[in-house]
């Protein structure tokens, strides 16, 4: 018996390596448009800039302060892939020990972890994964995954009467709230996931007083509340602090708020996109089997009284579920396939627990039936023929089977006038490379930031993208709108101006025809620069001698 549980132990191991190993030649593809935006203000942290003050980004400072130690670590593009495989493998290793602490049924964990590698498959979506990779959902399902573990890992001390187990529990709970913090540092709306590490901290035992639970609760929060103050204190030294609220929260919410004509649209939104997601996506649809089987088995347990693994225990995941879906709603409407990423994981893991209390469960013969179904299911929904495409075109780059240029132009042709084109964008940097020197400040005006990135010149203006400015975001505001862009122009007097033709419609004029089309602008320009040529997307104006 011991024999057997062993092989099948060493088959698991190899089964999730071997699903890791399918991502691998991944490494080779380029950095996505958003990537690059972390990458941008990344740089400029190293540099010694600050963000919002001197390179205006959306996000909170968490993906930021990430892609600087990434690219401090490995300056190159392959680090957005490898970053993402990494954070995959560290996940799917805390699938498999939350699987092993939330429920008592052997092989849930090691179930979660091998549904979330195989469906959660950045290939599965447009141009082999490239716009989903590395994004701030990815790490904020790890930083939730390790900081539901410290929440267990605290009851379980906080069970043991001495004193000594008492303070290490409260130990572990403001490291968990700290995980939160952290991740809401990465999106403020991952605050939500408070909830499920909340309900899994403050579950009362046996003899537990009020006033224990409300130091427990107060520890959870004093641990949340450390991460956000270094930020604020950090944000507040630079005098960046007005500018970290305008990007962050009002940018945002102006941003999420054009999604929803009402609230009510929103509460319709959440009800809704759960099941339309499921159609669409594997783990949605075995996830939400599994929350509804976990839910049911909770409320039974909870009807019955039972503790240990019953109640709140088989409710952590369908609760995370949740907390994923409100994360998702409160981004907006636009269904942008990066806002679903933070929902694998608890998918998964109530995928995992609610198999391995099925399959025991089970007849053979209804056991077959099932599996049969949903596996029909899932191929019926999947798309694994994309996924091996997209992987054999990465190894055949990897094998040098096929060249740079060649490779980059399944990510967008350069003269295709696809709004991002990897080919487009690396001539891009390459030409600014050439042409001007690593002290210049060029203005790229549009969404194309990785020819920043990739030729290692810093932005005449800290809106190196354009969107902020096209919609007039707080142009009343010194240093915001078309006067705050001219200002910062006439300081660094760029020796190149870079205008993309196509990046922001339908949802608004493309860069290059704001810049000419709007009167400040276009003087500003006319009067200071000449016609360079086009360069694929984009036009080049040179500064007159």
């Given at each position: 018996m011991a024999a057997r549980s062993n092989r099948t132990a060493l088959l698991a191991w190899l089964l999730l390596a071997g699903l890791l190993a399918i991502r691998i030649p991944s490494l080779v593809q380029p950095a996505g448009a958003d990537q690059a935006l972390y990458?941008?203000?990344?740089?400029?942290?190293?540099?010694?800039?600050?963000?919002?003050?001197?390179?205006?980004?959306?996000?909170?400072?968490?993906?930021?302060?990430?892609?600087?130690?990434?690219?401090?670590?490995?300056?190159?593009?392959?680090?957005?892939?490898?970053?993402?495989?990494?954070?995959?493998?560290?996940?799917?290793?805390?699938?498999?020990?939350?699987?092993?602490?939330?429920?008592?049924?052997?092989?849930?964990?090691?179930?979660?972890?091998?549904?979330?590698l195989l469906l959660a498959n950045p290939a599965f979506g447009r141009l082999g994964g490239v716009r989903v990779r590395a994004q701030c959902e990815v790490f904020i399902a790890l930083a939730i995954a390790a900081s539901l573990l410290s929440a267990w890992k605290a009851t379980m001390l906080r069970r043991g009467?001495?004193?000594?187990?008492?303070?290490?529990?409260?130990?572990?709970?403001?490291?968990?709230?700290?995980?939160?913090?952290i991740a809401a540092l990465f999106k403020y709306n991952a605050v939500v996931y408070g909830i499920p590490v909340a309900a899994l901290a403050l579950r009362r035992a046996d003899g537990t007083s009020r006033l224990?639970?409300?130091?427990?609760?107060?520890?959870?929060?004093?641990?949340?509340?450390?991460?956000?103050?270094?930020?604020?204190?950090?944000?507040?030294?630079?005098?960046?602090?007005?500018?970290?609220?305008?990007?962050?929260?009002?940018?945002?919410?102006?941003?999420?708020?054009?999604?929803?004509?009402?609230?009510?649209?929103?509460?319709?939104?959440?009800?809704?996109?759960?099941?339309?997601?499921?159609?669409?996506?594997?783990?949605?649809?075995?996830?939400?089997?599994?929350?509804?089987?976990?839910?049911?088995?909770?409320?039974?347990?909870?009807?019955?009284?039972?503790?240990?693994?019953?109640?709140?225990?088989?409710?952590?995941?369908?609760?995370?579920?949740?907390?994923?879906?409100?994360?998702?709603?409160?981004?907006?409407?636009?269904?942008?396939p990066q806002y679903f990423l933070q929902a694998n994981a608890p998918l998964a893991?109530?995928?995992?627990?609610?198999?391995?209390?099925?399959?025991?469960?089970?007849?053979?013969?209804?056991?077959?039936?099932?599996?049969?179904?949903?596996?029909?299911?899932?191929?019926?929904?999947?798309?694994?023929?994309?996924?091996?495409?997209?992987?054999?075109?990465?190894?055949?780059?990897?094998?040098?089977?096929?060249?740079?240029?060649?490779?980059?132009?399944?990510?967008?042709?350069?003269?295709?006038?696809?709004k991002y084109s990897a080919e487009a964008v690396a001539d891009l940097a390459s030409y600014l490379r050439e042409h001007t020197r690593p002290t210049d400040r060029s203005l790229v005006f549009g969404f194309s930031p990785w020819s920043l990135v990739g030729s290692g010149r810093a932005s005449a203006s800290r809106f190196f993208w354009s969107r902020p400015v096209i919609i007039g975001f707080k142009d009343d505001e010194n240093g915001y709108g078309v006067a705050g862009l001219i200002g910062e122009l006439d300081r660094h007097q760029p020796p190149l101006i870079v205008l993309q033709e196509r990046d922001w419609d339908p949802d608004g004029p493309n860069s290059a025809d704001f810049f000419l089309t709007d009167k400040q602008l276009a003087t500003w320009l006319q009067e200071r620069y000449e016609s360079a040529g086009r360069l694929h997307n984009f036009q080049l104006w040179r500064r007159r001698p």
């Open positions: 990458a941008y203000v990344g740089q400029r942290i190293l540099a010694g800039d600050v963000p919002y003050r001197d390179a205006w980004d959306q996000k909170p400072p968490a993906i930021h302060v990430t892609y600087a130690a990434l690219i401090a670590l490995w300056p190159h593009e392959s680090v957005v892939a490898g970053a993402d495989l990494v954070v995959a493998a560290l996940t799917a290793l805390s699938l498999i020990a939350l699987g092993r602490r939330l429920s008592p049924y052997p092989g849930a964990g090691t179930a979660a972890a091998a549904l979330f009467r001495e004193a000594r187990a008492d303070s290490a529990g409260r130990g572990w709970l403001v490291t968990a709230g700290a995980l939160v913090g224990e639970l409300s130091k427990d609760a107060g520890a959870l929060i004093a641990g949340a509340i450390v991460p956000v103050g270094v930020m604020l204190s950090w944000m507040a030294g630079a005098g960046a602090l007005k500018d970290l609220v305008y990007a962050t929260i009002d940018y945002n919410l102006l941003y999420s708020g054009e999604t929803y004509p009402s609230r009510a649209a929103m509460l319709l939104y959440l009800m809704t996109f759960p099941i339309r997601q499921a159609r669409l996506d594997s783990l949605w649809f075995l996830g939400g089997l599994g929350s509804a089987v976990l839910i049911a088995m909770g409320l039974w347990s909870f009807r019955r009284r039972e503790t240990g693994a019953g109640g709140t225990l088989l409710l952590v995941a369908p609760l995370w579920v949740a907390a994923a879906c409100l994360a998702i709603a409160i981004n907006g409407s636009r269904g942008l893991l109530a995928a995992g627990i609610a198999a391995a209390w099925c399959w025991p469960r089970m007849r053979p013969l209804w056991r077959t039936l099932t599996a049969g179904l949903l596996a029909i299911a899932v191929l019926r929904i999947a798309n694994f023929e994309k996924v091996a495409d997209a992987t054999a075109y990465d190894l055949a780059h990897m094998r040098g089977e096929i060249s740079r240029r060649q490779y980059l132009s399944r990510f967008g042709r350069a003269d295709s006038g696809d």
